[in-house]
DNA sequence: CATAGGAGG
DNA sequence: CCTAGCCTCCTATGA
């Protein structure tokens, strides 16, 4: 027998919220709505179970209501942004439950459920609307019943035409008319006043409907008679307001709105991603995907791991073939210079322990071969830092099939908690303690006893082993796959090849530049003193805002939340008062580029290949870029002279070769014209015109020979400004104009790019209601904050909406460049090297030979990288150091 | 360990 | 009227 419900999403999620206690999870996001909405759901399926469900949304601000009434729901309070922002949550919670829902702009969920229980009536078939909204009741018939929620979502009250007669002596049909009589503060439809329930009831019993009580008000006296005349029109429209449409246009079908029990594959994870915890349990859900939860359970009590001490290897060996899942504990920041703790390896049923002496022996070559061996793939949490940190002990690693740390980071690039306990955590194996637990933090590191380690290790390894398969799941269902495996699962193999290559430093010159900022620096303190009279602490604010302000009584611009401002902003505007602030200025230029250019860049030059060995991070930008450590090689100076000649010692690792270095133009900005589809801005691109030149062109409205400097250095903050995400703060205080003009300025560009305005304006509108942002390859990043009520917090997350999809597009970009850079470079047999990403650029060493060769596949790779709209442009420089690669 | 400041895109 | 640019990493102070 088929059983459909119909849930009135908005109604049931409303209540809900009222009714249910704050409730956040991890993040600070709050779930209480979707709980309480959940905990009902899955009440009703338990005790009805429907063969269809479907819960329908309102959507569209306007509604055909609005053109009979401009006031319909005009004295609705604003959802709370609380509950706005849950609305996302519970959608995609839904989907994973898999309960159907459906939404049509400019229609209300009642209307949608009007018109479903029409069509079911005629086809006779049974159905249950479910909502806390007693105008509902109009929908009862033979086929029909509606099920009031009450006491915020706890009680259940069943309606049919039977019951309705009984509660109320009103057919369905008149449930219309008692509304149109006594109206409904919440929905500021007026009825007519005075007249409340009982009154209304009155009059129907007597005359029936509307109009006739209307009509006939002869048969009335004194003032009820009255009002009622005079409010007749109110009457009639209310009655029309709060009739429910029956014949939206829907393309739904009955197999649309199946329901075949939650979805066993995704409902543990989905529920998990909330934190509902004892949801899962209830349901005795598993969390890991495809399985059942017996075996779920039974999986989380046991690990069979054995230590392998020397001369134990036999097992292992033959064990290798089966082995799925790997872990290598690592101890140490920098993974150049981590230490090796153990391997750990599992198979289906059981787990190995190698502790590194019996992995570096000789008689565990067998094992080192498979762990080299790319045709071998493996699963394991940060296979990246593992790469590394075995590279340095002499053992090869490859055949990285699957890293849930990069998965983790694809499905949620902010989650902060990224170690492999927190995201286990996370979908509910709460078996795998944190590291902090198992081996102590900071000073108080110590690796455990062998027992715990182990037992440790083969933890880490099941829970690799369960969340590959509940990822691979996610991955799918947002259509990151291809991401995954195609573009960040191969960049991490690139990224550690580059890492290991390294980059050679001239460390004479760098040292001679050294001396040379070391005398500049004496002499600027020396003079600075002299003219302050004092001796102090140049490099502490405190003591150099007590100088500038109390003691030289500088005008105070801005102040931190600590005392003074003395930023370069700041003695910029304070140089034309005294000669002390352009030495200030100079003096912290210098020591900057000496403390963490010159010193800091000596440290990290490494004993074993006197080049520096960054450490690319996959996982950290929020945007989908990548980050530099240890050395950061992604802030090299470059704008001024002083500190561009630190490029200078960036060398060639083999006589005789080059530095090429290839950047794209322009990307981010290629990449909005692409994304918003702005004919303006294509055209300019298309015909390779100077973008901050025609952007001046275009908003003062001028030819090219009136662009003066000024003017393009303004459009070109716009511009800036336009991928960021701007404001007219933000562009005021870049241009030091006021704030009403920089408005001006930006109304001026979003007049002229018409294009670029409907995407800011969609991109904010779609974040709001999806609570998320993708790039061009389906890169995702969510924005809890995007309803907020806090206006910092909302402002920014709608800057972050409009600079994600081109920043991230953008890193996307260059990623697939990296790839298939490496892929020509080892197609063509090339003995080239790429060294380095900085966000826009690669840079490479070339050997002589090579150098025409690379000059032109480098930028060619590079542009067709992926196809937009508009061209990408990549230019090329080269030679002997990376400076002269300019 | 937090804050200020500054280097890059 | 006010809030107030996007994404990072590193160094130095000073509590």
């Known amino acids: 027998m088929e059983k459909l419900i119909l849930i009135d999403g908005n109604n049931i999620i409303y209540r809900a919220f009222f009714a249910m206690p704050p409730l956040t999870n991890a993040s600070g996001q709050q779930t209480n709505a979707v709980y309480g909405f959940t905990t009902m759901l899955l009440r009703l399926i338990e005790e009805h179970k429907p063969s269809h469900m479907m819960v329908a949304f309102d959507a569209g601000k306007e509604t055909f209501r609005h053109a009979d009434y401009q006031d319909y729901k005009g004295g609705r309070q604003k959802t709370p942004p609380e509950l706005s922002g849950q609305f996302p949550l519970l959608k995609e919670l839904l989907k994973g439950l898999g309960v159907s829902q459906f939404e049509i702009s400019g229609y209300e969920a009642d209307d949608i459920i009007g018109t479903i229980t029409r069509q079911a009536d005629e086809a006779g078939r049974q159905v249950m609307v479910v909502s806390g909204d007693k105008d509902m009741l109009q929908l009862a018939s033979g086929n029909t019943t509606i099920a009031v929620v009450r006491k915020g979502v706890t009680e259940i009250e069943y309606f049919g035409p039977e019951q309705i007669k009984e509660r109320y002596d009103l057919t369905p049909e008149q449930i219309i008319d008692l509304k149109g009589l006594m109206g409904d503060a919440s929905d500021n439809i007026p009825g007519i006043p005075g007249v409340g329930e009982k009154t209304a009831l009155k009059l129907l019993h007597q005359f029936g409907t509307v109009e006739q009580v209307i009509s006939r008000t002869d048969e009335l006296k004194g003032k009820m008679k009255e009002k009622i005349e005079e409010h007749a029109d109110s009457a009639v429209l209310s009655k029309k307001l709060a009739t429910i449409y029956r014949e939206v246009p829907l393309e739904l079908s009955l197999d649309d709105m199946k329901f075949d029990g939650l979805n066993q594959e995704t409902a543990g994870p989905a529920l998990a991603k909330l934190e509902f915890k004892s949801l899962i349990e209830r349901l005795d859900l598993s969390t890991h995907a495809g399985a059942d939860a017996a075996e779920g359970a039974a999986k989380q009590a ?124 996370k979908y ?46 996610e991955l799918e269902a947002n259509g990151m796959l291809p991401l995954f495996h195609e573009l960040e699962m191969p960049l991490s193999r690139i990224l550690a090849d580059m890492e290991k290559q390294g980059i050679a430093v001239n460390v004479e010159d760098l040292k001679e530049l050294g ?49 003074f401002s003395t930023d370069a902003e700041v003695l910029e505007k304070l140089a034309p008062y005294h000669d002390i602030v352009r030495l200030i200025l100079q003096y912290r230029t210098i020591a900057k580029l000496q403390s963490t250019y010159v010193e800091g860049l000596l440290k990290e030059i490494s004993d074993r290949t006197g080049k520096v060995h960054t450490y690319y991070r996959q996982t950290i930008a929020a945007t989908g870029r990548l980050s530099s450590q240890y050395p950061n090689l992604q802030n090299i100076p470059i704008r001024l002279e002083e500190g561009r000649k630190l490029r200078k010692v960036f060398v060639p690792s083999e006589p005789g070769w080059s530095i090429l270095a290839a950047d794209y133009s322009q990307i981010e900005l290629r990449v909005l014209a692409h994304i918003s589809d702005d004919e303006r801005l294509k055209e300019a691109f298309i015909h390779d015109m100077d973008i901050h030149t025609k952007t001046a062109m275009d908003v003062f409205g001028v030819s090219e020979d009136q662009v003066d400097a000024n003017m393009r250095r ?51 509108k779609q974040a709001k209601q999806e609570g998320y942002v993708k790039t061009l390859l389906e890169r995702r990043r969510y924005l809890p904050e995007i309803n907020a009520s806090n206006f910092n917090l909302r402002s920014f997350a709608e800057r972050t909406a409009m600079n994600t999809p081109i920043q991230g597009t953008a890193a996307d970009i260059i990623k697939l460049a990296m790839v298939q850079m490496d892929k020509a470079l080892q197609e063509k047999k090339l003995k080239s090297r790429m060294l380095l990403q900085v966000h826009d650029e690669l840079v490479f060493e070339v050997p002589e030979d090579e150098l025409e060769v690379m000059k032109k596949l480098v930028p060619e790779v590079m542009s067709h990288a992926l196809k937009l709209s508009v061209p990408l442009k990549s230019d090329v420089s080269y030679g002997s150091n990376w400076y002269e690669a300019k």
């Open 714 to 764: 303004s459009a070109k903050a716009v511009n800036f400004g336009i991928v960021y995400g701007i404001s007219d703060y933000g562009l005021s205080q870049n241009l030091n104009i006021t704030r009403k003009e920089a408005a001006a300025f930006i109304d001026q560009y979003f007049e002229v790019f018409q294009g670029v305005r409907r995407y800011m304006d969609e991109i904010v």
């Open 302 to 425: 046991q690990v069979n791991v054995t230590v392998v001490h020397a001369g134990e290897l036999a097992e292992v060996k033959e064990a290798l073939d089966s082995v799925q899942v790997l872990h290598v504990e690592t101890h140490g920041d920098n993974p150049h210079h981590a230490e090796v703790i153990g391997l750990a390896l599992a198979t289906e049923q059981r787990q190995f322990y190698i502790p590194f002496e019996v992995l570096k022996s000789e008689e565990a070559e067998p094992l080192r071969a498979w762990l080299a061996d790319s045709e071998i793939p493996k699963r394991g949490y940060d296979l990246h830092r593992l790469d590394l940190a075995l590279h340095w002990q002499g053992i090869a690693f490859a055949g990285a099939a699957f890293d849930v740390h990069l998965a983790a980071y694809l499905l949620d690039p902010t989650e902060s908690n990224q170690s492999l306990s927190g995201l286990a955590g």
């Open 515 to 563: 001396r040379e900022f070391e005398s500049q620096i004496e002499k600027l303190v020396q003079q600075i003193y002299e003219i302050a009279g004092t001796e102090f602490n140049l490099n502490s604010p405190k003591q150099l805002g007590e100088i500038l302000f109390v003691k030289l009584q500088l005008p105070v611009i801005k102040k931190t939340k600590t005392g």
């Open 428 to 473: 509910g194996l709460s078996y795998l303690q944190a590291d902090e637990e198992v081996f102590g933090k900071g000073a108080k590191y110590k690796v455990p006893d062998e027992a715990v380690l182990s037992e440790n290790l083969a933890r880490k390894c099941l829970a690799v082993s369960e969340l590959v398969p509940i990822q691979e799941k």
